[in-house]
Nanobody, 119 residues
Framework: VQLQASGGGLVQAGGSLRLSCVASGNIRRITVMAWHRQAPGKQRELVVGITSAGMTNYAASVKGRFTISRDNAKNTMYLQMSSLRPDDTAVYYC??????????????WGQGTQVTVSS
């Protein structure tokens, strides 16, 4: 299963960006999709996850500013980021876990997309 993330870029503080992540391959079902991020010199951290039923889990630092959504039919996930701050600057990675058509579990990561917020 492959994940392709897109939508990163450079934005001024207070601005918005929308990230997308498309999963492709031998997919039967995606149970959970999530966005993680890694800032320079820091560990990768969970930003937000969403289940196939739409249940979400946001990091405290982004709650109220970021909104995750997914289109199960298209195996696609989105992250709408608003009121961006310089400390949101990081490489954002999408992640998906689920089951393949062969009934095997998978846990895949995308290649990452850079988000840079200038002050």
């Amino acid at each position: 299963v492959q994940l392709q993330a897109s939508g990163g870029g450079l934005v001024q503080a207070g601005g918005s960006l929308r990230l997308s992540c498309v999963a492709s391959g031998n997919i039967r079902r995606i149970t959970v999709m999530a966005w993680h991020r890694q800032a320079p010199g820091k560990q990768r951290e969970l930003v937000v996850g969403i289940t196939s039923a739409g249940m979400t889990n946001y990091a405290a630092s982004v709650k109220g500013r970021f909104t995750i959504s997914r289109d199960n039919a298209k195996n696609t996930m989105y992250l709408q980021m608003s009121s961006l701050r310089p400390d949101d600057t990081a490489v954002y990675y999408c992640n998906a876990a689920g089951t393949t058509m062969d009934y095997e579990g998978f846990n895949s990561w995308g290649q990452g997309t850079q988000v840079t917020v200038s002050s």
